[in-house]
């Protein structure tokens, strides 16, 4: 999409906040509402400081994830104002805000100091933001029915929002590749991270999260967040989840990748792949997210079936004793906006086959869901399985021979249409 066309999303999407907030402040008795961006608290003991990414509802409106100490103000028909903190600084440069239409819906304002403005006739006040913040900032701190209120207008995306994450999206995809070709190469993990960030141009500190890149068995660990500097003696796969961070918005994208000789795990990987994009494809208004998630368990026992790593029981069997949440333990994924694991997901807490789960709801259009089926072969799981009463019917030859492989994640980022669904991992796809 050409810039402008971008940036006049951009004013349609602030016009909806406004009436969307507004909504939210009437319901609650509210006439106006002022917004911390939040900043980075210091390390205990130490004068530096943590990364620092921005509050969700501030990054709603405005996209500035790396601004700390600013100030939004949010009032029934009146322009909002927003005060950028920018310090008189020979320690540390203020960013440049460029000019764009957004502006001409928001006043913007300097500031020299970080603490909140002084408000000309707020009326009935609501602050939100970091308690540590605004606990002395005058006004009704935090309100949990209005913040439920603003969390829910975050499930929804404007096509501005859709169009960031599509961007988000291809600037991932672009770092994947280059992981890719460091990987074929012989890299080491810390080496794939650097092309990763290379490819996407984008700091690791401002990254909507760690990078997780797992070599061989790191693989294994869901969250896996060291890199290794020495390549391995014998690659045998790459798991990689990154994504990029685009005017606010997260990509969050995971792929796996089968060394030169790794034959079996390959077949794993095109088998987990083919079941991904059927559970995409299940993407569509109405349905039931949980639905989605049992469908996955449903297609890993039918992998753990065909590929031999269980035999004996049927498809349901496998399912109903809990091997299949062995090999794949957590949720199928989740909301994705400002924040990875976006707000208001778990309107109903997830079910007991599911506590893992992020997300409860029954999808809408606007919505934006993950969809990453993950099958790994994870000790601290796997061994108190063989040694139980379900051992006979686990493969040990071949789950001996994969272990080291680590497991296998693939993850795309799906919009729910008005009929159905758009995989914006995927916008080539046929």
């Known amino acids: 999409m050409p810039h402008d066309a971008l940036l006049s999303l951009q004013t349609d999407h602030l016009n909806e906040l406004q009436g969307r907030y507004e909504s939210a402040m009437a319901e609650h008795g509210y006439d106006s509402l002022l917004i911390a961006s939040g900043a980075a608290p210091y390390r205990y003991g130490d004068d530096q400081a943590w990364h620092f990414q921005g509050y969700g509802p501030f990054l709603h409106w405005t996209g500035l994830a790396g601004r700390e100490h600013c100030w939004l103000w949010i009032r029934a028909g009146h322009r909002p104002v927003l005060w950028l903190f920018e310090p008189v600084d020979f320690w540390h440069a203020n960013p440049v805000l460029p000019e764009e239409p957004w502006q001409a819906f928001i006043e913007v304002r300097s500031s020299a100091s970080p603490r909140a403005p002084l408000l000309d006739d707020p009326g009935s006040l609501a602050v939100i933001g970091d308690p540590a913040l605004i606990s002395n900032v005058p006004g009704d701190a935090n309100p949990d029915d209005l913040l439920r209120d603003l969390d829910e207008t975050r499930v929804r995306k404007t096509p501005y929002e859709i169009e960031c994450l599509a961007q988000a999206n291809r600037l991932a995809l672009a770092g994947h590749a280059a992981a890719r070709e460091a990987f074929l190469a012989g890299e080491s993990e810390f080496s794939i991270n650097l092309a990763y960030q290379q490819a996407t141009r984008q700091r690791e500190a401002e990254a909507p999260y760690h990078s997780i890149i797992g070599l061989n068995e790191h693989a294994g660990t869901l969250h896996y967040q060291y890199y290794d500097t020495q390549p391995p003696g014998h690659p045998r796969s790459l798991l990689i989840d990154a994504g990029v961070r685009y005017r606010g918005y997260c990509s969050d994208i995971t792929r796996t990748l089968a060394g030169p000789d790794e034959s079996h795990f390959a077949a794993l990987i095109h ?50 004793k809990g091997i299949t949440r062995v090999f794949f333990p957590h949720g199928i994924g989740h909301c994705l906006g400002v924040q990875v694991h976006d707000v208001a997901g778990k309107p109903t807490p997830p079910p007991e086959d599911a506590p893992f789960l992020r997300l409860t709801r029954r999808l809408e259009p606007g919505m934006v869901v993950t969809i990453e089926p993950g099958f790994y072969f994870i000790p601290s799981l796997l061994d108190p399985l063989m040694e139980g009463e379900l051992g006979p019917y686990l493969n040990r030859e071949l789950i001996g021979r994969l272990r080291g492989c680590g497991g296998i994640r693939i993850e795309d980022n799906v919009v729910v249409t008005a009929t159905g669904s758009q995989n914006l991992t995927r916008q080539d796809r046929a």
Request: glycine content about 10%; overall charge negative.
């Open 271 to 320: 088998g987990l792949e083919r079941l991904q994009l059927r559970l995409c494809d299940m993407v569509a208004p109405g349905v039931d997210y949980i639905e989605i998630h049992r469908k996955a368990h449903q297609g890993v026992a039918a992998l753990l079936s065909a590929t031999g790593l269980v035999s004996g029981l049927d498809d349901e069997a496998i399912v109903d």
